[in-house]
């Protein structure tokens, strides 16, 4: 059984931090191109960031660059997300996903999601 299960969600003022963190079980984790990904109240959920499996190709949201940076560590299955400079506008559900394949032609949006984690909040106040 295939589980994501993302922690490090919270409040948090505009201008601070917070790291979230993705544990992944049941699936060849070193196989997997892996991503991040945020529903805000009232809006459809949107990419924010891919990783290859090797970590050798990474997109990001042109909001969010300069400002998040994906990580994973293999050893552990374990996705990170840091986060920082945070903005109102970042408030949302966050979601770590397993790529069902990763090319970087697509569209971000239009590469389809093998797995979803049950998400994490996070709330940026102004």
């Known amino acids: 059984q295939v589980q994501l299960v993302e922690s490090g969600g919270g409040l948090v003022q505009a201008g601070g931090s917070l790291r979230l963190s993705c544990a992944a079980s049941g699936l060849p984790f070193n196989n997997y191109a892996m991503g991040w990904y945020r529903q805000a109240p009232g809006k459809e959920r949107e990419f924010v960031a891919h990783i290859t499996s090797s970590s050798a190709d990474i997109r990001y949201a042109n909001s969010v660059k300069g400002r998040f940076t994906v990580s994973r560590d293999n050893a552990k299955t374990m996705l990170y997300l840091q986060m920082n400079r945070l903005e109102p506008e970042d408030t949302g559900m966050y979601y770590c996903?397993?790529?069902?394949?990763?090319?970087?032609?697509?569209?971000?949006?239009?590469?389809?999601?093998?797995?979803w984690g049950q998400g994490t909040q996070v709330t940026v106040s102004s």
């Open positions: 996903a397993a790529l069902k394949f990763y090319d970087d032609t697509y569209s971000p949006n239009a590469i389809p999601v093998n797995y």
